[in-house]
């Protein structure tokens, strides 16, 4: 079993997509571990996204991540990292595939609606950004 994060992105809270998305995760077939609405502070955003530091676009990521309540998903499954990836679609939701979820709710390659771990030991490192064990075992009892 693998771990990945999914972020519910303030985009995706504001355009009242939280229920859409979290059907396309149980679909798919993920078990949500840990689910919460919270709201980062511009330093917690760019803690999270700290490997982005050095790019053009982290100041703008930085503020959008800080700009309104977000919904922290962690989730399990057999290949969970590749699987959510599929599902999300493209970072850019313009060259997403049909039916992801960047291509059915995000509006631009900045707000696209969620996040995706995009290796394994970043899906259990973000996990525990947001998620401590002693919660996730309470949630899997
Ligand atoms: N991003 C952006 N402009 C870019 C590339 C990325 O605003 O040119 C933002 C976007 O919100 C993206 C996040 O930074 O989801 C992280 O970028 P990454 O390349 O890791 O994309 P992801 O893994 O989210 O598809
Ligand atoms: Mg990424």
């Not at 919270?38 to 053009?56: C, D, M, N, T, W």
């Not at 800080?66 to 679609?89: F, H, M, Q, Y």
């Not at 595939?97 to 970043?122: P, Q």
Request: charged share 25%.
């Amino acid at each position: 079993m693998q771990r990945t994060l999914c972020i519910i992105k303030p985009d995706g809270v504001r355009s009242n997509n939280v229920g859409n998305i979290v059907a396309m995760i149980q679909k798919a077939g993920f078990r949500i571990l840990g689910l919460k609405m919270i709201r980062l502070s511009k330093e917690q955003a760019g803690e999270f996204y700290a490997v982005h530091k050095e790019r053009p676009f982290y100041g703008e990521l930085v503020n959008f991540m800080s700009s309104g309540p977000i919904v922290p998903i962690a989730l399990e499954k057999d290949n969970a990292v590749a699987d959510w990836r599929t599902l999300i679609g493209s970072t850019d939701p313009a060259e997403a595939a049909e039916g992801t979820i960047r291509k059915l709710y995000a509006a631009s390659k900045g707000e696209n609606a969620v996040h995706g771990s995009d290796s394994e030991e970043n899906g259990r490192l973000e996990v525990a950004f947001f998620f401590s064990e002693s919660e996730i075992a309470a949630n899997t009892l």
